[in-house]
């Protein structure tokens, strides 16, 4: 049973920095794609950020030049470094992993990052 346990999320002024982090348990395998997720209220879950196994990586518009993902393929684990934080970031933040030819997506519980002063 794969479990994605987010972490790192809280409160943060604007401007100020948050460093996620999610790490799997349960797979055998490494993931093929790692990525994050987000819902703000009364938003539709959007992309932020999906690191494809061997280097590829995809930004949304909104974070790109402030959020940098990195993963480590040995654990299973995926980070979300957010710099420059603004209001308009503050959402629930979920993981996400796929294996590679496998339809199904994995999620975590996510976690909260509210950006206010």
């Known amino acids: 049973q794969v479990q994605l346990v987010e972490s790192g999320g809280g409160l943060v002024q604007p401007g100020g920095s948050l460093r996620l982090s999610c790490a799997a348990s349960g797979g055998i395998f490494s993931f093929y794609a790692m990525g994050w997720y987000r819902q703000a209220p009364g938003k539709e879950r959007e992309l932020v950020a999906t690191?494809?196994?061997?280097?590829?990586?995809n930004y949304a518009d909104s974070v790109k030049g402030r959020f940098t993902i990195s993963r480590d393929n040995a654990e299973n684990t995926v980070y979300l470094q957010m710099n420059s934080l603004k209001p308009e970031d503050t959402a629930v933040y979920y993981c996400?992993?796929?294996?590679?030819?496998?339809?199904?997506?994995?999620w975590g519980k996510g976690t909260l990052v509210t950006v206010s002063s």
């Open positions: 996400n992993a796929r294996y590679y030819n496998d339809p199904r997506n994995y």
């Open positions: 690191s494809i196994r061997g280097g590829l990586l």
